[in-house]
């Protein structure tokens, strides 16, 4: 009696393993983090793309100011083909692109910029990439919606032409 | 308290090496614990992608600034979430990690104790 | 060509099945002899597979990249010993060589169980063929190694650089030798309850697959080992990642069978015990293969995450699972209750304790692998389980173990006295000091080292006393004990002098520690057939003036394009030094990373000496307890 309720109670077990490990197959092991969290904006002094002078965070995001910072490198294939988007975005007037160029070197990513177009109003320069990791950044490219000196909308990854009509949609 | 504190001021000032060593050590160490988050399953220490270079600075310009192990962990895991972090957290979501197998080693014994006798 | 062969014969093979197992539930009831046709035809089958498999190596070394296999994971210049290995180094290949080895252990078996019961052997050939054709049809329909591609491609995609290493190479078949020899173990355990053959002749039959199983599972795990430690350049040899996880806990299961089964052999109790564990061995090795292949699993070990084939195997483990506990229900009589009872210091007590930490230690890795997965699933909270959690839980609880280790093999069967206590005072109270001492030196927790390194060196001393007390009886064991004294040495004083640095260096500049320094004197570029390698020199310094030249390599493979970094590893009996050199985007520093890892070598030469202990009782029964 004794040993069949064990059985049972195994039999039980292994069912529910059987049915979490089933569930389990459908998820992504790759981590993809919450991109609608309302953060604030870290604060940072970094040095502009153009010269060695220091920017510092606060000078930048005024408040009633869409902003959409756009973090890429030169070295970074992806961060060529969202390019066209960002060039888009430009267009409109009512957001502005700050780009973080990321562990990169003036050379290449100004000839970068000069073929294919600047899109950004500010640039400042992330050396080590210490900074991005302050934004809670993966890597490049990544890009964060910003108003109000809030995150409101985090892209992971090269921005799509969707991701496009989503940001016009949320600045209207 | 002050006493220790002076005297760790004085032993910063006379050994800037020794400190250093200690710095690198606590480095290590908490980059051994954290999850490379671009990785398959490797910590930010093992790791050389561009992203553990950039965290392990980070980690380093922090333990510089004066800040704690524990208060590095707690300001990436407000940034990252709690799947950086190779510890576990003790808390609701993690009871059944941390007890069960000090459960199964009870009951194991139990088992075994029950199976013994004593008398010669 | 041969890829369509290969492809027929895993046909054929599959269709042999069907042959094996009709003659077997014939032969069931009507004679006392086991019927020679199903021994020819088990061979048959397995001599299938084996065409297939030297289709496919075949295929490989031809660079046939009509067959999609080869396509993706060969190229023409890739040296022919890795296009070989490159047959086993991805998905389809490994499962056909899981395949290969299943039929050739029925095989053996057939041939070296003739002493045993006649029902017996065919109801294990039917238990191993249940699992043999699971394998047949997750192959051939989930994973086939012989698609055909059109048109054919004119060149491969290569195989993944860091898996071109010879200790790679021969890594699956030694581990999968282990896995699938659980496979035995769990059907002849099936066999041996629905036959009511669980007897002390069971014991010693099976005895002989388990140490075997255990030997290759043991080598299989320490070339996985080495492998990460040369190759991956972490400077690390167990990372607590879920796929060594996945290998380490049939390891445990395994090696708690190996001491339940003596105790069955000698006595006939245990019995449900060992039952248990011969299911839960190959469960958990199945479990590895589902955790591993299906991708659930955040790991170092990317194989092509493909759902379909999770499913598949999850499904079979479970059917396996629960056909096994339908078994055990309905067959298996615990009738060894009267001698159930044991005196609290005797030699099976000691045995006992050791499957219990061996339990708990299984339970920590199990528990610490798939809750991440439960969690996740339950309520989408998403945490990491890695080595802190393994350390915390594992090395308080292994003092005890160590101690009853060093105890146990000395204690008599049904009672026993403390023998040797004298001696036992005086080991434990030198190792007390001797670990004192060291662990004095450093600025490292002292309580918690200095009696993990105490219980350490007492295994040590006493096992190496046994070697002159003893000689030759009991050998083995005392090898395989003394092994494993070294091994946790040496694991930790690996961890407690290890010295490490990482840091960025641009040619030309120097790192100061207060024990080394680092000069990175220049690079050079040479150009090799398949990668082009750029060759740091570093010069490092140390406090007596000693100097060691160390060139660890950046290798830019042209097949596929990756970057590699080979590690620069300079071994002697005492310590490793260990350097990497890492490109860093667009800096002109490189990322290096310095390691000074004593006693190193050790620990592979310990993990030998248990393998060793291991195979001189399989071979020598002259040497056993």
Redesign the interface.
């Known amino acids: 009696m004794k040993?069949?309720f064990i059985?049972l109670i195994?039999?039980l077990i292994?069912i529910i393993t059987?049915l979490?490990?089933?569930?389990?197959?459908?998820?992504s092991?790759?981590?993809t983090?919450n991109t609608n969290l309302e953060k604030e904006v870290p604060s940072f002094e970094l040095k502009s793309f153009e010269n060695d002078s220091i920017i510092i965070s606060e000078k930048i995001f005024e408040n009633n100011n869409y902003y959409f910072m756009n973090i890429w490198?030169?070295?970074c294939i992806p961060c060529k083909v969202e390019h066209e988007f960002l060039m888009k975005l430009k267009n409109n007037e009512k957001i502005k692109l700050i780009g973080l160029n990321y562990?990169?070197?003036f050379k290449?990513a100004s000839s970068f910029l000069n073929d294919l177009g600047n899109p950004y109003d500010l640039i400042v320069s992330d050396?080590?990439?210490?900074a991005?990791?302050?934004?809670?950044a993966?890597?490049v490219p990544e890009s964060f919606l910003i108003f109000q000196s809030k995150i409101i909308k985090r892209f992971i990854g090269p921005i799509k032409n969707e991701d496009l009509l989503e940001i016009q949609k949320l600045i209207r | 308290m002050k006493f220790i504190y002076t005297f760790l001021i004085v032993i910063n000032i006379l050994n800037f090496n020794l400190l250093k060593a200690d710095e690198i050590k606590t480095e290590n160490e908490i980059a051994k614990n954290l999850r490379c988050l671009i990785c398959q399953g490797q910590s930010v220490y093992d790791s050389d992608s561009e992203f553990a270079i950039s965290l392990k600075l980070v980690i380093k310009n922090k333990i510089q600034q004066g800040m704690s192990e524990e208060e590095i962990y707690s300001f990436l895991k407000m940034k990252y979430g709690e799947w950086i972090l190779y510890d576990p957290v003790f808390n609701k979501n993690t009871y059944f990690l941390w007890l069960l197998p000090i459960l199964i080693f009870l009951v194991g014994g139990a088992i075994i104790t029950r199976k013994f006798y004593y008398k010669k | 060509m041969a890829s369509l062969i290969g492809s027929y014969s895993l046909s054929f093979g599959l269709f042999f099945s069907v042959f094996i197992i009709f003659f077997s539930v014939r032969n069931l009831r009507d004679t006392k002899i086991l019927d020679k046709k199903i021994i020819s035809f088990t061979f048959t089958q397995f001599f299938f597979v084996v065409t297939s498999f030297f289709g496919l190596i075949i295929s490989f070394i031809n660079s046939d990249f009509s067959n999609e296999t080869v396509f993706n994971h060969s190229h023409t210049t890739k040296p022919l010993f890795y296009k070989i290995s490159g047959t086993w180094g991805n998905h389809e290949g490994s499962l056909l060589l899981w395949l290969l080895v299943l039929t050739l252990f029925i095989s053996i078996f057939l041939i070296k169980s003739s002493q045993q019961p006649k029902n017996y052997r065919i109801f294990t050939l039917l238990f191993q063929q249940i699992i043999i054709i699971g394998f047949f049809i997750f192959l051939i329909k989930t994973s086939s190694p012989f698609n055909y591609l059109f048109p054919t491609p004119n060149e491969g995609l290569g195989l993944n650089p860091i898996l071109q290493d010879p200790a790679l190479a021969i890594h699956p078949p030694i581990l999968y030798l282990g896995y699938v020899g659980s496979s035995i173990i769990f059907s002849s355990a099936l066999a041996a309850m629905v036959t009511s053959h669980v007897s002390k002749e069971w014991a010693k039959h099976i005895k002989q697959w388990v140490l075997a199983s255990w030997v290759f599972l043991t080598l299989g795990i320490l070339l996985g080992s080495i492998w990460a430690y040369y190759e991956l350049g972490w400077g690390g040899f167990w990372f607590w990642d879920p796929v060594e996880n996945v290998s380490l806990m049939p390891w445990f299961a395994l090696t708690t069978l190996l001491h339940c089964i003596i105790v069955l052999e000698k006595k006939k109790i245990l019995t449900s015990w060992a039952m248990i564990l011969s299911i839960a061995t190959f469960a958990l090795s199945m479990s590895g293969t589902f955790l591993v292949r299906s991708g659930i699993l955040n790991s170092v070990h990317t194989f092509a995450n493909d759902p379909e084939r999770g499913l598949f195997i999850l499904i079979f483990l479970f059917t396996l699972i629960f056909l096994s506990i339908f078994i055990f229900i309905f067959f298996h009589s615990g009738k060894d209750k009267k001698e159930n009872n044991f005196f609290w210091l005797s030699k099976e007590t000691s045995i006992l304790v050791n499957n219990w930490f061996m339990m708990y230690f299984l339970s920590v890795v199990l528990i610490g692998t798939i809750y991440p997965i439960f969690l996740e699933v339950i309520t989408t909270n998403k945490i990491s389980v890695g080595p802190p959690f393994y350390n915390k839980l594992i090395l308080p609880f292994l003092i005890p173990f160590l101690i009853a280790m060093a105890i146990g093999p000395n204690l008599n069967w049904v009672k026993s006295d403390f023998k040797d206590k004298f001696y036992m005072m005086i080991f434990f109270t030198i190792s007390f000091l001797l670990s004192a001492l060291i662990i004095k030196q450093f600025d490292i927790n002292f309580l918690v080292n200095t009696i993990l390194v105490t219980s350490a060196f007492f295994l040590f001393f006493s096992t190496l006393r046994e070697f002159f007390v003893k000689r030759f009886k009991n050998l083995s064991q005392n090898i395989a004990h003394f092994g494993f004294s070294l091994l946790i040495l040496s694991i930790l004083f690996n961890n407690i002098f290890s010295n490490e640095v990482i840091t960025n260096l641009k040619i030309g500049e120097t790192f100061k520690t207060e024990k080394f320094t680092i000069n990175f004197e220049n690079i050079d570029q040479e150009d090799e057939k398949n990668f082009k390698a750029i060759i740091g020199k570093f010069n490092i310094q140390y406090l007596d003036g000693s100097s060691d030249i160390l060139n660890p390599e950046l290798r830019i493979y042209n097949q596929p394009n990756i970057i590699t970094s080979e590690a620069d590893i300079k071994t002697n009996l005492f310590t490793d030094k260990f350097m990497t050199m890492n490109y860093v985007q667009n800096q002109e520093y490189f990322n290096i990373r310095y390691q000074v890892k004593p006693f190193m070598i050790w620990i592979w030469i310990s993990v030998l000496l248990i393998t060793f202990g291991g195979s001189l009782s399989f071979f020598n029964k002259r040497y056993e307890i």
Request: proline fraction near 3%; aromatic fraction near 22%; charge should be positive.
């Open positions: 040993s069949k059985s195994l039999i292994f059987f979490i490990f089933y569930k389990g197959l459908k998820n092991n790759i981590y983090p490198a030169s070295w562990k990169d070197n290449n050396r080590d990439g210490t991005s990791i302050e934004w809670g993966y890597g």
